[in-house]
């Protein structure tokens, strides 16, 4: 079945970059999602990636697409504490109903 | 816009009471989620609506558990009776037509059930 993997979490020092990974099994898919949920917050859809694309750039965030490995990566530049957070991979595989949500990354970002 | 309104933010009840929480999605917006997010399980997706019609609700837990879309501007998730182990947060998302948008969520109901 579908499924979506993600190391549970992540700390870094200020500044410093950040790299969430995540793996996904369905080769089908068709968009890929990284958001972000603050304490007490509902999830904020940061970006996404079509599955014909390998890299989107928007500001401080990179994400990278390998479909051979099925691995999404979402890196953070110049990591600032208020990017502390879960956050979380999301795979859509065409049908509309249904993103898979991975379990979600903690970031602790330390000063 | 004021985004995906829910209502509670909190909820505290005794087991056994009947539990609904309210969402208002996006204007425009016609698929309309319902998930719950522990930290065993993580998101889990509940029940999902197109056109205020239920398309998928196999993660419906049991039969206590019903949902409902009246119109394109409300929905209901009911917990008949609620049990301790339904403790936890529940989302209600929404999204237009067509994937590369992803869902727009709510900031969810914190279900406590003593």
């Known amino acids: 079945g579908e499924d979506v993997e993600q190391s549970l979490f992540l700390s870094v020092r200020e500044g410093d970059s950040s790299v969430i990974n995540c793996t996904y099994t369905?080769?089908?898919?068709?968009?890929l999602y990284w958001y972000k949920q603050e304490p007490g917050a509902g999830l904020q859809l940061l970006t996404y990636?079509?599955?014909?694309?390998d890299m989107k750039q928007d500001q401080r965030l990179t994400v990278l697409l390998n479909k051979k490995d099925k691995h999404l990566s979402l890196r953070i530049a110049d990591t600032q504490t208020g990017d502390s957070a879960i956050y979380f991979c999301a795979e859509s595989t065409g049908s509309q109903g249904n993103l898979i949500f991975g379990k979600g990354t903690k970031l602790s970002v330390k000063p | 816009d004021a985004g995906v309104i829910q209502s509670p933010r909190h909820e505290v009840t005794e087991m056994g009471q009947e539990v609904t929480l309210r969402c208002k999605p996006i204007?425009?917006?016609?698929?309309l989620f319902w998930y719950r997010q522990t930290m065993m399980r993580g998101l889990e997706l509940l029940i999902y609506?197109?056109?205020?019609?239920?398309?998928?609700d196999s993660g419906m837990p049991e039969d206590r558990f019903s949902a409902k879309m009246p119109n394109a501007s409300f929905s209901t998730l009911k917990i008949q009776p609620s049990e301790p182990r339904d403790s936890a947060v529940y989302f209600c998302a929404s999204s237009p037509p067509g994937q590369n948008y992803g869902y727009t969520f709510g900031s969810g109901t914190r279900l406590t059930v003593v």
């Open positions: 369905d080769s089908s898919s068709t968009y």
């Open positions: 609506f197109n056109n205020n019609v239920p398309i998928d």
């Open positions: 204007s425009g917006h016609d698929y």
């Open positions: 990636i079509f599955s014909n694309m």
